[in-house]
Nanobody, 128 residues
Framework: QVQLVESGGGLVQTGGSLRLSCAAS????????MGWFRQAPGKEREFVAA???????????DSVKGRFSISRENANDTVFLVHLQMNKLKPEDTASYFC??????????????????WGQGTQVTVSS
C-alpha cells in the first residue's frame, strides 16, 4: 500500500521558518520525482518545488525561489523522505501543502497531471 505522509506544518509569524517532511512508502520511490504543491482556499493547487530521483534536477516556483529548499533522502529501502525547508515565510505562503510523487515533464518541474501519488496535506499558516 502506497502512502505519502506529511508532517511539520503549523502556525508561524511572517519571516519565520518551517520544515515540512514527507515519508513515502509502499514502493521504490528512488526513481520517482518527488515534490511539493500547495493549495490555498479558493485557489487551484500549484507547484512549489520538485526533485528528480537522483536529486540532480531541482526546481522551484518563482514565488518561493531563494526562500524554500527541497531535499530528499532514502531513510532505508522502504521509506523515502523528501523535505521542504521554508524560510522567510510570508502570509501568501499560507496554504495546505501536499507531498507528491510522479514524473517531471521538464527538469525540476511537476504539474498536477504528472503526479501519481499524493499525500493528505499539511496546513501551513503564516500570520502577519
Amino acid at each position: 500500500q502506497v502512502q505519502l505522509v506529511e508532517s511539520g506544518g503549523g502556525l508561524v509569524q511572517t519571516g519565520g521558518s518551517l520544515r515540512l517532511s514527507c515519508a513515502a512508502s509502499g514502493r521504490d520511490f528512488s526513481g520517482y520525482a518527488m515534490g511539493w504543491f500547495r493549495q490555498a482556499p479558493g485557489k487551484e493547487r500549484e507547484f512549489v518545488a520538485a526533485s528528480s530521483g537522483s536529486g540532480s534536477n531541482i526546481g522551484y516556483a518563482d514565488s518561493v525561489k531563494g526562500r524554500f529548499s527541497i531535499s530528499r533522502e532514502n531513510a532505508n529501502d522502504t521509506v523515502f523522505l523528501v523535505h521542504l525547508q521554508m524560510n522567510k515565510l510570508k502570509p501568501e505562503d499560507t496554504a495546505s501543502y501536499f507531498c507528491a510523487a510522479g514524473w517531471t515533464p521538464r527538469k525540476g518541474f511537476m504539474q498536477t497531471r504528472s503526479v501519481n501519488f499524493w499525500g493528505q496535506g499539511t496546513q501551513v499558516t503564516v500570520s502577519s
